[in-house]
């Protein structure tokens, strides 16, 4: 969508995989834990993406009963800075969690200090994972030389997309500051190599359309969709498509259906719920339909993903979000925009991918 070549992405799934390679995307399968850092000199920008199922709150959440572990992790990432024998001391970490998908977000740290020529980092989780990301933040800052480093809360339906996913980002940058312009932040945190920690006021506004579910499924208005069958939980069992629709888990999209329809009939498939993150009705995904809803639900909605990286990369980005949901949901960019107001409804409180110099 920005213009980025030279891109390699690298997964332990091999369905994740074979549905990138069948997008046109360069992926080479393995576990991040295996590789060496050095042995990517040419790579400038990292991206990180570990697993979310033990932070998340639909989860069972051992990894935020395990976050003082993996803030250990990270300071001792940090001090291996200074003496290279520690250079493996974070590993007792994975010994010590519930469940050692929770210490897989180290690996975002490891990588942002080891890779020889990188020069910017973008790291995205569930919100739980805030701290972590405010301490890594403060890490590349101090020991590794990162000018600016923000952390910051993003929201999919703010940018347009079906659906209201929200995640948290690091973006951090050696050479000069990122361009946050136009984000609409529903947090933000920053810090830098000169600058001390803050708390920023969240931006509210956003230039982009709100695009119900039935909008982009190209469903009447009324439908209401039921995501747990006749199990009752305190948020209910059903929404109405006549809004985004709530934050997507993979085990969770393969029991939603239209209730006007019942089942068989009106279960969710993986190409509309692809389309409601930001994917084409007809990206390729690949594997048994709970492989593919999975793969939906692991993914960055590719309108937040043009932003971050935008930013991160100061490359335009509004245009290219602008032309997706064109291009998704009929959307037409309006020559006098109106801003609207994002909510705050916020609480109070793994694909991996290297990008090298443009092909």
């Given at each position: 969508m920005l213009g980025i070549g030279g891109v390699l992405g690298i997964d332990v799934d091999p369905d994740a995989c074979a549905t990138a390679t069948a997008a046109g995307h360069r992926r080479?399968?393995?576990?991040?834990?295996?590789?060496?850092?050095?042995?990517?000199?040419?790579?400038?920008?990292?991206i990180s993406s570990p697993p979310c199922p033990t932070f998340t709150t639909a989860g069972k959440r051992s990894g935020v009963a395990d976050r003082p572990i993996v803030l250990e992790g990270c300071t001792r990432l940090g001090d291996a800075q200074a003496d290279p024998a520690r250079d493996d001391d974070h590993l007792a970490?994975?010994?010590r969690v519930g469940d050692e998908r929770t210490a897989l977000v180290l690996e975002t740290l490891r990588f942002a200090f080891r890779l020889p020529n990188?020069?910017?980092?973008?790291?995205?989780?569930?919100?739980?994972?805030?701290?972590?990301?405010q301490d890594m933040a403060a890490e590349l800052a101090m020991a590794a030389d990162f000018e600016a480093c923000h952390v910051v809360e993003l929201r999919a339906d703010d940018f347009g997309a079906a659906t209201r996913r929200r995640r948290t980002f690091l973006i951090a940058t050696r050479d000069g500051s990122p361009d946050l312009t136009g984000l609409p932040m529903r947090a933000w945190w920053s810090c830098?190599?000169?600058?001390?920690?803050?708390?920023?006021a969240p931006t509210t506004v956003t230039e982009f359309p709100l695009t119900s579910m039935a909008a982009a499924l190209g469903w009447p208005a009324g439908v209401r969709v039921n995501t747990r069958g006749n199990r009752r939980t305190a948020g209910g069992n059903e929404f109405s498509a006549d809004r985004p629709a709530v934050?997507?888990?993979?085990?969770?999209?393969?029991?939603?259906?239209r209730t006007d329809l019942g089942k068989p009939a009106g279960l969710l498939t993986p190409a509309q719920a692809g389309l409601l993150q930001g994917f084409p009705a007809a990206y390729p995904w690949h594997g048994s339909r709970s492989s593919r809803f999975q793969q939906v639900a692991d993914t960055v909605?590719?309108?937040?993903?043009?932003?971050?990286?935008?930013?991160?990369?100061?490359?335009?980005?509004?245009?290219?979000?602008?032309?997706?949901?064109?291009?998704?949901?009929g959307h037409t960019r309006p020559h006098h925009?109106?801003?609207?107001?994002?909510?705050?409804?916020?609480?109070?409180?793994?694909?991996?991918t290297l990008f090298g110099d443009a092909a």
């Open positions: 080479m399968q393995g576990d991040v834990r295996a590789l060496d850092p050095e042995d990517f000199p040419t790579v400038t920008g990292w970490v994975y010994r990188v020069r910017w980092v973008v790291a995205e989780q569930v919100p739980t994972v805030e701290p972590v990301w830098g190599r000169f600058t001390p920690p803050q708390q920023h934050s997507m888990t993979g085990n969770g999209l393969r029991a939603w259906y909605s590719p309108l937040i993903a043009a932003a971050v990286l935008g930013a991160a990369t100061r490359r335009p980005w509004a245009d290219a979000v602008w032309d997706r949901l064109h291009r998704l949901y925009p109106r801003h609207r107001l994002c909510t705050t409804d916020r609480p109070a409180t793994a694909q991996l």
